[in-house]
């Protein structure tokens, strides 16, 4: 599975994240990612939102929405 790690490395702090279409892999260890719209911290077993082309994660559908309204227009 692509985002399991040793669980006899350290794992506190912010994990570092890579978004893909369905699915994250963990490139460094940790308990959380942050959103990228409040800065909450996520656990990564509630992870269930991010962005593949931002590469950032979100803490709830709205934080997606807000970051969608403000994002510029093409």
């Known amino acids: 599975m692509l985002n399991r790690f040793d669980p ?3 794992s506190g702090g912010e994990a570092e994240v890579r978004y893909l279409d ?3 892999r963990v490139v460094r ?3 959380f990612v942050r ?3 409040t800065g909450a911290p996520i656990a990564l ?3 269930k939102y ?3 082309d931002r590469q950032e994660a ?3 559908p709205e934080a997606v929405l807000e970051r969608y309204r403000d ?3 093409p």
């Open 8 to 10: 006899s490395q350290p």
């Open 29 to 31: 260890p940790g308990n």
């Open 35 to 37: 959103c990228a719209v």
């Open 50 to 52: 991010w962005s593949v």
């Open 58 to 60: 979100y803490a709830t």
């Open 71 to 73: 994002a510029p227009r």
């Open 22 to 24: 369905g699915d994250f």
């Open 45 to 47: 077993d509630e992870l």
